[in-house]
């Protein structure tokens, strides 16, 4: 059973970079799948951040494009987001989480992490 | 494309049926999901291609629509199901509804 895990800084100070890593097991990240990242506020409500291939090709929501990087890291069977220039909107509970089938860069999420919060705030 | 979801909250009672819609800004043709989410969860894949049910998801659980129209049934509501519901596109990127709140009556 594939799970998921995030991990990272749960406050972060405006204008700073925010990064997260998903910990990945019971499925090698190599497998073919794409891997992504969601977060979800009071405000907009869940939103695509981007998705990740093994390979290193990323896909990200064009309203975050100018500020997120997704990378992968296939010997520690992890992938990580990095998000610049955070504001307090940027304040979510934030999920990896993998797609149902491998191959498409959009899809369906099946497996998620449990959400870890991130707030921006001095 | 923008996913509006209707009601925002529906209030019934376990044993009724519930109906929840959701309506695409433009076709986004079968690639549409369903999701469940309770407090403090992750959200749970319930329906994929707009009909399909998702591995372990009760049969009581339906989808249907296509193009711009979209309906998640639940036949006769558990206590379970009492939570907030997604619809998600991946016709065009991926974007999300906001969300129907399913509430005991």
């Known amino acids: 059973q594939v799970q998921l895990l995030e991990s990272g800084p749960g406050l972060v100070m405006p204008s700073e970079t925010l990064s997260l890593t998903c910990s990945v097991s019971?499925?090698?990240?190599?497998?073919?799948?794409?891997w992504g990242w969601v977060r979800h506020t009071p405000g907009k409500g869940l939103q695509w951040i981007g998705s990740v291939f093994y390979s290193g090709s990323a896909y990200y929501n064009p309203s975050l494009e100018s500020r997120v990087t997704i990378s992968v890291d296939t010997s520690k069977n992890h992938f990580s987001l990095k998000l610049s220039g955070v504001t307090a909107a940027d304040t979510a509970v934030f999920y990896c989480?993998?797609?149902?089938?491998?191959?498409?860069?959009?899809?369906?999420?099946?497996?998620w992490g449990q959400g870890i919060l991130v707030t921006v705030s001095s | 494309i923008v996913l509006t979801q209707s009601p925002v909250t529906l209030s019934l009672s376990p044993g009724e049926r519930a109906t929840l819609l959701c309506r695409a800004s433009q076709s986004v043709s079968s690639d549409l999901a369903w999701y469940q989410q309770k407090p403090g969860q992750a959200p749970r894949l319930l329906i994929y291609d707009a009909s399909n049910r998702a591995t372990g998801i009760p049969a009581r659980f339906s989808g249907s629509g296509s193009g711009t129209d979209f309906t998640l049934t639940i036949s006769s509501l558990e206590p379970e199901d009492f939570a907030v519901y997604y619809c998600?596109?991946?016709?065009?990127?991926?974007?999300f509804g906001q969300g129907t709140r399913l509430e005991i009556k």
């Open positions: 998600q596109q991946r016709f065009n990127w991926i974007t």
């Open positions: 989480a993998r797609f149902s089938r491998p191959g498409y860069y959009t899809e369906y999420f099946q497996h």
């Open positions: 019971g499925s090698s990240i190599t497998r073919g799948y794409y």
